[in-house]
C-alpha cells in the first residue's frame, strides 16, 4: 500500500554547487556524496522534514539522466511514494494501465526496491514506488 511521499529526485549538472546554492536557503547537513563509476552516475540525499531531496548527476554523455538534463536542465525529474508492498503496488498501476518502465520492482542507487512509471503517466514527470 502506498504510504506518502519519500523523496524529490533532482537531476543536477554539477551535485556540489547544486547543494551550496541549497545551503543557501535552508540549513542541513551536508550529506555524502555517493559515486556509481558503473552508472556515470553520482547521488546524494537531503534529508528535510517531512521528504528528502535527492540529487542526481549524470556524468555520461547519453545516459538517460544526461539526455533528461539536456532537454531539461536542472529539473525534477521524479518524486518517489513510499510502498510497503513493491510488487502489490506495481500490479495494482499495471492494472489500472498505468504506463511502466519497471513492469517488476529492481534495486536503485540506495539499494531499495524501487519502480518508475512511464514519465507520460503524469505528464512528463515520472513516480518511483520505494521501499522506506
Known sequence: MIKGIGHIGLV?????KSLKALAQIVDFEKP???EFPDKKMKCAVVELTGVALEFLQDDSEDGFLAKFH???GDAIHHFALLSDDMQKD?????GKDIPMMDLEPRTGLRGKKIA???????GGISIELSEP
Open 70 to 72: 539536456g532537454e531539461r
Open 116 to 122: 518508475f512509471t512511464a514519465p507520460e503517466a503524469l
Open 90 to 94: 506495481v500490479e495494482m498501476l499495471r
Open 12 to 16: 543536477v549538472k554539477d551535485i556540489e
Open 32 to 34: 555524502l556524496i555517493k
